[in-house]
């Protein structure tokens, strides 16, 4: 049962219908096939909503989605919150301004990330300038890429010492095999950032293929 007494149906319906738009849009683009990928939304400072586990992207309603507390605890009964769960939370607890986080299992970026030692270089592309604060092609990218586990909190604990580590990475990162995670200040900004992380990254790999040949 969601606490009214903690979070306005009006504020929830609002950030649900825009993270179903998205999750439309990318599911559209096969960027979360086979109920892949997961999506989160900050709601205050003790809550965030997030896709419940095993839901198809490409037709997600807001009934999809789930108020989990910053505990990662699940406000409503009996649902279950992505697996990866434990991934969103790292980021809002490491920033307080991140507002939205969005995970997507693209095929180039999914395919790039075995090809890649611990981070993908990004640099000289235009479509740098899509990131907050970046205001030339020639700004160096890093994007983390971490080996893949089904430890969740070892993952978490990787990213963690990542983040702690880097005072001003890129708003994304690999999971070997696996996918891309990106975020930002809102919905909005997050959707920006994956949308130009997943760009990059395609870049990237044709760029690669093409030195090839
Ligand atoms: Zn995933």
Redesign the pocket.
């Known amino acids: 049962m969601r606490d009214a007494r903690k979070i306005s149906v009006a504020s929830f319906a609002s950030l649900a219908e825009s993270l179903c738009d998205i999750c439309h849009l990318f599911g559209e683009r096969q960027w979360c096939l086979a109920t892949?990928?997961?999506f989160s939304a900050r709601l205050d400072s003790d809550h965030f909503m997030i896709t419940q586990s095993g839901k198809d992207k490409s037709k997600l309603t807001p009934e999809d989605l789930m108020i989990c507390n910053m505990q990662g605890r699940p406000e409503d009964r009996g649902l279950i919150p992505s697996a990866?769960t434990a991934l969103h939370l790292c980021l809002y607890h490491h920033d307080p301004d991140i507002g939205a986080v969005f995970?997507t299992?693209s095929a180039t970026a999914t395919a790039l990330s075995r090809h890649a030692d611990s981070a993908v270089a990004i640099t000289g592309y235009e479509m740098q300038k899509a990131f907050a604060g970046i205001r030339s092609h020639e700004t160096g990218l890093s994007v983390p890429v971490f080996d893949n586990t089904q430890d969740m909190a070892a993952l978490a604990k990787n990213l963690e010492d990542c983040l702690g580590n880097s005072p001003s990475p890129a708003p994304g990162f690999l999971?070997r095999g696996?996918?891309l995670y990106a975020w930002g200040k809102d919905v909005t900004e997050a959707q920006r950032h994956l949308e130009a992380m997943e760009f990059l990254l395609s870049c990237v790999w044709h760029d690669r293929s093409a030195t090839r040949q």
């Open positions: 892949s990928g997961n990866e995970h299992h999971i696996h996918g």
